[in-house]
């Protein structure tokens, strides 16, 4: 006979392992089992189904629905009979049909009924499914059901209920997953099965931040206690961050369930985990008064948190098991927004075993409650404890706190939170807490405790029972201990200490380390370093700590296994939008990782609105990804492509990126050109945010210094860069790039970090139709006060420096144009100054000098000590003297002999103590990196605000060796140039690598970036002890391709020479210069563009002034053109008729040169000789090789005028880029 269970929310088969009062019965039935296939399902061969039947007392083994004669089953619109014995069933409650492994290449079996009927009593028990079973991924392998008709043939006490399950997704980052989730409900009566989560009330699911509800049909499962959760994506980032669970009975309960999570489901993430196991926090209680008013029943009322609740309460604890003793004494301590309770001890008698329990306290005036702690002295048995329900009968308040499942969790303490209609539930967290001792005396228990204090609220006072040592507290040990609580918010202080009051029973704390849970992302450092001890520092048992260190940690466990190397070759997944966009376009993407980028791939633009498009792209070994870029192209008005999600999964490791772009790619007549970039979204890293860059080129005020062609522009930073962008429309010029004109642009892009240099090219080829830049300035934004300035100063153009159409430009430095001082302000010449070091670069007993040039004179030499030897920036005080304003500071390094050093400062920063004049001096990478000398000094201009800074030269030094029999013992030979505007500081001429230098008859050349020193005058030479030398002169250079060239001669030995003994001694020289001439090589000739010849044809476009019109006659003369060169002239060319030429607007025509003059000077423009007196009014002209495309042009704006047998000739300059230029007389 079967004994009577007694009612437990508990589950059936955990409260028969819990007693022994169940007792089992042996009894065996046959059944006949029925299963209807629908028509519509997938034929498959030899299919592999399980079932698994549960009875009122127990379930039945899984079996597989399979035929003695193995004859087909489960075939499309057939019903099969199986026959089973089933053990100890009795009445059938549901039944759960689950797929077998390896049905992946079954397409989906549509199950439509299942029947079974007991052959000993005939009842019949009917499942009518209706679902499809699919083993494909995203399908459902198994499915449970409730039986609709009993034994006795009528409708059964078990009918299938619907539960609302809602789902948020976590708000932080790479939250999202597209991967498909799952879900099992847990239950007094069992539970709901594997249900995949397919159809969401959003469009979208799981989407960061956003809340799914899906709708799950089961057996009343009752007194839900945990769910579990997991999702079937396979890759770092391909999980989701669960914030919590909610459930609820019906779109209309009266009740919902909340199973908070807080963690990742990713294999990459935390535990790496993709499923998780969540608890029961508690139930929320909702309130609907025209729904009490319907059922005629009272609910808990909603307590308005102004409400100051006081008095009397009654408790009433249920237990789990009624026959079981738990824990009888225990503490309660009410939190509420007002107060902390006073602890409430409770004392129950063994003996009275119960169902629940009543008792009263008075908790005192508290105001809102916001939850309770149970507290206990030991933990040898369970809790015992399913709820308790706290009500305050005169204000018909009442809170219900679940304690099970959590109270097997074996605590000493558990956090019971109240949970209210309408507000974010509360989370449990575990807080990781690490206590170091410095110094203890007594080897005897200290009894200490702990209040940690967040911006949410105070976890109360908690002894520290367990820690991980059997030992607590001992002499330079550091214990750790676990302390559920619910989450405080970020932590503000911690208050600890401990009841021993004898002197030396005490604590010498140094430190508190906390983490919230073994992954939160922070940990914060309580310091104290004092004595807890009532005779030692001041005296005190109990401190009050705030947090001193504050910083990021790891949130991954380590991989056991050695970590796949990062492949290049990836999936990548294009869903495009509904609208439709221009077919005829061109695309191409752009990948950034942590080691470098790729070059723009073309992908096939297919444009089907709505289709989804896969592509196997290989971005090779750029490292760890972090942004994409895509780039269309087209001619055509208002091309566009529309992408709605992007997804990408490396091939090798897994990896998953998923991306939602904001703005679409849409190019026009104006900008043919579109970009779209998007960042890597990872799990927890903060991406890259959209930035607007605001920049400003500026191009020369020279002649010729502006383009017509087209010009890029790429931003370089710390974080990749933004591509090649088409600068097309000026926000300040219709015309962009003329000469001495401003023009602004925006460009669109992810941050790039610490800006570090620009890349300028433009399109125009042949000589003279290059572009002067003089800078480029960048903003963030437009209330960015924060100039970032690039220096150019340069000719991009095939006839001159290094015949380049691109260059690239490092950054100077930043100034904040908000701060603007009085520039006659008096200073007392005492700067405080910063130093900002790399740590690599530095060492201890490194000497570093630092001197300033003012406009009065140069400071004294200041030598640096301790300069790096901590990470931390070096802070000085710095006294200049009365040296006028600071134009420039150099910084040099003494040790000259090193040859492996590396230049190690990355910032200085000066201001001015008495005018707070601020200088930021950006010393972390040189503006011309192609030089290949060594660099022990560097220099640089002050930059303010509304002030154009000194340009930073690269003077070229050659150094011509006389041809004499002696070779030198290679001395150290120091130079320092001497200008107009100061002095380059004495610099060693030295090279990288083992280039020989000074050898007889060698010709040596050296690079010294300085600030501008204005026209070169003198030059200093230094000789260290060392063998003998024959200098026979230096010619100096601006730069490598200037046209001038300053001399320097001295044809004499330096050091010992016919017998003389001055080996050691220093030989300082100092050389006035001999000579100004010309450079010898401007504009060099390459292999694949040779020297400009005029021979050839050209293409010569007029526009002819409206003036013209009143006054202008051609008559029957005709124009002619005579080219002036270094090796002579060219005889008159026609134009041809006036007709052709002279006619308002622009005409073009073609002539052809059949002589080359050299370096092309002047044209000479004039008539054909008339018996009248031709004129024409020329506004601009303009030639054109076709051939080598060099150009040039003139704007005249005046009259040619002619008389009869006087041609009336005119000349005009002929101006080349970077040459002397002629004036017109």
């Not at 790479?174 to 009330?201: F, H, P």
């Not at 991980?468 to 330079?476: A, M, Y």
């Not at 015309?735 to 570090?756: H, M």
């Not at 300035?789 to 290094?802: A, H, M, N, Q, T």
Request: proline share 5%; charged share 25%.
């Amino acid at each position: 006979m079967e004994s009577q269970r007694p009612h437990s929310p508990f589950p059936a088969h955990l409260m028969r392992n819990a007693t022994d009062t169940i007792e089992l019965c042996g009894e065996a039935d046959e059944f006949n089992v029925y299963v209807k296939t629908a028509s519509d399902s997938f034929p498959v061969l030899n299919p592999v189904a399980y079932m698994t039947v549960y009875g009122e007392n127990s379930s039945s083994e899984e079996f597989q629905l399979i035929l003695d004669d193995n004859q087909p089953i489960l075939m499309p619109g057939t019903e099969d009979l199986f026959e089973v014995e089933l053990l100890d069933v009795h009445l059938v409650e549901k039944i759960r049909i689950r797929l077998g492994d390896g049905q992946e290449n079954w397409g989906g079996w549509h199950l439509e009924e299942v029947q079974l009927k007991n052959k000993g009593t005939g009842g019949a028990y009917r499942f009518p499914f209706n679902l499809w079973l699919s083993s494909t991924e995203g399908g459902n392998t198994e499915a449970t059901i409730n039986a609709v008709t009993s034994e006795t043939g009528v409708d059964g006490n078990l009918p299938g209920v619907r539960y609302q399950v809602a789902i948020t997704t976590g708000d932080r980052w790479g939250a999202e997953t597209d991967a498909d989730m799952y879900i099992t409900l847990y239950g007094a009566n069992g539970d709901s099965g594997q249900q995949w989560l397919k159809v969401s009330d959003n469009e979208e699911k799981f989407l960061r931040n956003q809340i799914d509800t899906f709708t799950i049909t089961c057996q009343p499962l009752e007194n839900l206690y945990k769910v579990v959760i997991g999702h079937n994506g396979i890759g770092h980032g391909a999980g989701v961050f669960i914030d919590k669970v909610i459930v609820s009975l019906g779109s209309f309960a009266l009740q919902e369930y909340i199973f908070p999570c807080g963690h990742w489901l990713d294999d990459g993430q935390e535990d790496r985990k993709t499923e998780r196991e969540l608890l029961l926090l508690g139930i929320c209680e909702i309130r609907d008064e025209e729904m009490e008013s319907e059922l005629e029943m009272p609910m808990s009322p909603v307590v308005d948190s102004d409400t100051q609740q006081a008095g009397e309460w009654m408790f009433t604890v249920k237990t789990l098991f009624p026959d079981k003793v738990g824990t009888r004494d225990f503490t309660i301590i009410a939190h509420g927004l007002s107060a902390v309770s006073t602890p409430v001890v409770i004392q129950l008698d063994p003996d009275d075993l119960g169902p629940e329990y009543e008792f009263k306290a008075d908790m005192g005036n508290l105001g809102d409650i916001q939850k309770i702690v149970l507290e206990r002295d030991s933990t040898d048995i369970d809790w015992n404890l399913h709820s308790i329900v706290m009500a305050d009968n005169g204000k018909r308040c009442e809170y219900k706190f679940i304690l099970y499942p959590r109270s097997d969790n074996g605590n000493h303490y558990l956090d019971l939170p109240v949970i209210r209609q309408l507000a974010d539930p509360p989370f449990l967290t575990t807080y990781i807490l690490e206590v170091n001792t410095l110094d203890r005396e007594c080897e005897d228990d200290l009894p200490m405790y702990i209040n940690l204090c967040g911006e949410v609220s105070e976890m109360g006072r908690r002894w520290l029972h367990r820690s991980d040592h059997e030992k607590k507290f001992i002499k330079g040990q550091v214990d750790r201990f676990e302390l559920e609580t619910v989450s405080l918010g970020p932590l503000r202080k911690c208050i600890v200490g401990h009841k021993n009051e004898n002197e030396g029973e005490g604590i010498q704390l140094g430190k508190i380390v906390l983490r919230e849970g073994p992954f939160g992302p922070y940990q914060v450092t309580f310091f104290c370093e004092q004595w807890l001890d009532i005779g030692r520092d001041d005296r005190l048992i109990e401190k009050e700590l705030k947090p001193t260190v504050e910083e990021m940690l790891t949130m991954v466990e380590p991989l056991v296994d050695e970590p796949k190397k990062v492949d290049g070759d990836w999936n990548i997944w294009l869903k495009l939008d509904e609208k439709q966009g221009c077919k005829d376009v061109r695309l191409f993407i752009t990948a950034y990782g942590a080691n470098g980028n790729t070059a723009d791939l073309p992908m096939n633009p297919l444009m089907l609105h709505g289709a989804t498009y896969q592509y196997l792209l290989s971005f090779g070994d750029i490292g760890d990804l972090f942004k994409l870029r895509f780039t269309l192209m087209s001619n055509n008005e208002d091309a566009a492509w529309f992408i709605n999600k992007i997804k990408l999964k490396n091939v090798t490791t897994q990896e998953e990126l998923l991306m939602y772009p904001v703005d679409s790619l849409k190019c026009t007549t104006l900008c043919p050109v579109s970009y779209l970039e998007m960042p890597s979204i990872k799990p927890d890293v903060i991406p890259l945010q959209a930035f607007e860059y605001i920049v400003q080129v500026f191009t020369g005020d020279i002649e010729s210094a502006g383009t017509s062609s087209n010009v890029w522009l790429m931003l370089h930073g710390e974080y990749g860069d933004t591509g090649m962008r088409l600068l097309k429309q000026s926000n300040t010029n219709i015309v962009p790039f003329r000469k001495g004109q401003v023009d602004e642009f925006f460009i669109n892009s992810l941050d790039l970090g610490k800006l570090d240099h620009v890349t300028l090219k433009h399109d125009g080829k042949g000589r003279g139709a290059g572009w002067y830049i003089q800078k480029v300035v960048v903003k963030y934004a437009l209330n960015d006060t924060v100039e970032r300035i690039f220096p150019v100063y340069r000719w991009l153009d095939e006839g001159i420096s290094d015949r380049k159409l691109e260059i690239k430009c490092p950054l100077l430095g930043d100034v904040d144009t908000s701060e603007i001082v009085d520039a006659m302000a008096d200073s007392d010449g005492v700067w405080q100054c910063t130093i900002v070091t790399d740590p690599k670069g530095c060492h201890i007993g490194d000497r570093w000098n630092i001197e300033a040039y003012g406009e009065q004179e140069i400071s004294s030499v200041i030598t640096l000590d301790h300069l790096g030897e901590t990470d931390l920036p070096t802070q000085c005080q710095l006294t200049f003297g009365n040296i006028g304003r600071i134009y420039k500071i150099r910084m040099t390094y003494e040790n000259e002999d090193d040859m492996h050093f590396k230049w190690p400062i990355r910032n200085v920063k000066l201001q001015d103590v008495s005018t707070m004049d601020l200088l930021n001096f950006d010393f972390s990478h040189s503006l011309h990196p192609d030089n290949n000398n060594m660099e022990f000094c560097r220099e640089l201009p002050a930059i303010r605000a509304g002030e154009e800074p000194r340009r930073v030269m690269n003077y070229w030094v050659c150094v011509h060796t006389g041809n004499h029999q002696e070779t030198p013992v290679d001395p150290n030979v120091y130079v320092t140039l001497c200008g107009a505007h100061g002095d380059t500081g004495q610099r060693l001429l030295c090279r990288i690598g083992h280039h020989v230098i000074f050898q007889r008859n060698q010709m040596d050349i050296f690079a010294i970036e300085a600030v501008d020193i204005g026209e070169i005058e003198v030059l200093k030479i230094r000789k260290n002890p060392g063998g003998p030398w024959h200098l026979k002169e230096i010619i100096l250079k601006e730069d490598q391709y200037s046209p001038i060239e300053y001399l320097f001669h001295l044809d004499d030995w330096l050091g010992g020479h016919d017998g003389e003994d001055r080996w050691a001694e220093v030989v300082d020289v100092e050389l006035h210069r001999t000579a100004i001439r010309p450079g010898d090589i401007a504009t060099p000739a390459t292999d694949d563009l040779k020297l400009f010849s005029t021979e050839g044809e050209w293409e010569v476009s007029t526009v002819t002034s409206p003036e013209h019109n009143v006054v202008g006659n051609m008559t029957d003369a005709q124009v002619l053109l005579v080219f002036v060169g270094d090796k002579g002239e060219t005889a008159p060319i026609s134009l041809g008729l006036h007709q052709a030429v002279v006619q308002l607007g622009e005409s073009q025509s073609k002539i052809f040169v059949n002589k080359d003059v050299g370096e092309l000077q002047k044209l000479r423009i004039g008539f054909t000789e008339s018996s009248t007196s031709p004129c024409w009014c020329l506004q601009s002209i303009k030639l054109q090789h076709l051939e080598n495309k060099a150009q040039f042009a003139y704007t005249l704006n005046g009259w040619l005028k002619g008389y009869p047998r006087n041609p009336g000739w005119r000349e005009i300059p002929v101006y080349w880029p970077g040459t002397i230029q002629h004036g017109v007389l």
